[in-house]
Nanobody, 121 residues
């Protein structure tokens, strides 16, 4: 079955960098959008960045100029390069992908288990 596995989270100092990765595996026919969401303590989940299969990107205003999303479609993997990290970026980051699995043959939203990013001041 299809699953998304995130990696790369951790604890960093303000101003530092982290690179998150999310690999989709299992019976996959195709993947449309892939992206990252985050949820900080006491706050609602919010979109961070998304990228279509063709390469179009969308970023939350709060991360523009600091984060960069990229994809390796051959590896069914999406990355999030995070730079100039701020304490306000502290959250659990979740990978999301719109995938047509082998069964059923229709787009389904899949979510990873989440990876903790903590930025200390």
């Amino acid at each position: 079955q299809v699953q998304l596995v995130e990696s790369g989270g951790g604890l960093v100092q303000a101003g530092g960098s982290l690179r998150l990765a999310c690999a989709a595996s299992g019976g996959i026919i195709s993947i449309n959008d892939m992206g990252w969401y985050r949820q900080a303590p006491g706050k609602q989940r919010e979109l961070v960045a998304t990228q279509t299969r063709g390469g179009r990107t969308n970023y939350a205003d709060s991360v523009k100029g600091r984060f960069a999303i990229s994809r390796d479609n051959a590896k069914n993997t999406v990355y999030l390069q995070m730079s100039s990290l701020k304490p306000e970026d502290t959250a659990v980051y979740y990978c999301n992908a719109e995938i047509i699995p082998s069964y059923p043959s229709a787009y389904v939203d899949y979510w990873g288990q989440g990876t903790q990013v903590t930025v200390s001041s």
